[in-house]
């Protein structure tokens, strides 16, 4: 197999966007030749929905599209092992130790940094998170884009609530999607994100839904059924 081989793989068990770079430096495990670096398109808010679940001294967190990608990416890594090579799908507690994703997307040619610090894709605009797959096979490397989408466009600064966004760049201690939010961030972020339920809320996606980029894509439900 090849890196078109191992692309068309990619897409076919279920990721929308796929490009090949090579690991970092300091990535930990030895035998990585090559970084595959998969994106899932985000285009249902569902995606962003985080669970805070705290029961019999047990403190749990998910959020869907993190378990979508591990799965995912643990398919892939399988059926690359079964092709004879080493595969490790990246998780995402081990995300940071592991690799800059964001970075990885831009060098692996999936997209560019845009005004508002995420990687905007030339299809789907910002709406895409990333994982990644590390490998033993030498694939072809892909080539960072040279586009920039966003030159005179400022509609993410505008959309974001707290002014975390702009042209002095982004301010994380602003952000409400912030992970790991000061005491009064996370104040504020119980006060303004919307609840599905009493442990579930969504997480800020304003500055990744203003992005013209990627509203072209039809969005659609379907339904699975038996006959008889």
């Known amino acids: 197999m090849d890196a078109r081989d191992v692309k068309d ?13 090579e690991p970092q430096p300091g990535h930990p495990i030895p035998w990585t030749r090559s970084v595959i670096v998969l994106g899932l398109a985000t285009l249902d808010e569902a995606f962003d929905y985080q669970m805070f679940l705290a029961y019999e ?32 799908p990246l998780t995402f507690e081990d995300s940071l130790a592991y690799v800059d994703l964001r970075a990885a997307a831009v060098a692996a040619g999936l ?9 905007v894709t030339r299809r789907y605009g910002p709406q895409v998170r990333f994982g ?30 707290t002014g975390a966004l702009g042209p002095g760049g982004f301010v994380r ?8 939010p000061t005491r009064e961030m ?32 039809v969005v659609e439900t379907w339904h699975d059924f038996r006959e008889g």
């Open 173 to 180: 201690d602003l952000c409400l999607a912030e992970f790991r």
């Open 9 to 21: 793989l990619a897409l076919d068990v279920g990721f929308d966007l796929v490009g090949i770079t």
């Open 111 to 119: 997209g560019v940094r845009g005004k508002n610090n995420l990687v």
């Open 57 to 88: 001294g047990k403190r749990r967190w998910y959020k869907p599209i993190y378990t979508a990608l591990e799965a995912l990416s643990a398919r892939l890594a399988r059926r690359l092992r079964e092709q004879g090579w080493q595969a490790e």
């Open 186 to 217: 996370a104040a504020r972020q119980e006060q303004a994100l919307p609840r599905l339920t009493r442990t579930t809320r969504l997480q800020c996606i304003a500055c990744l839904t203003a992005c013209p980029i990627g509203r072209k894509v």
């Open 132 to 161: 990644a797959v590390f490998t033993s096979a030498d694939l072809a490397r892909d080539r960072p884009l040279h586009d920039y989408f966003c030159p005179s466009c400022t509609l993410c600064w505008n959309a974001c609530p």
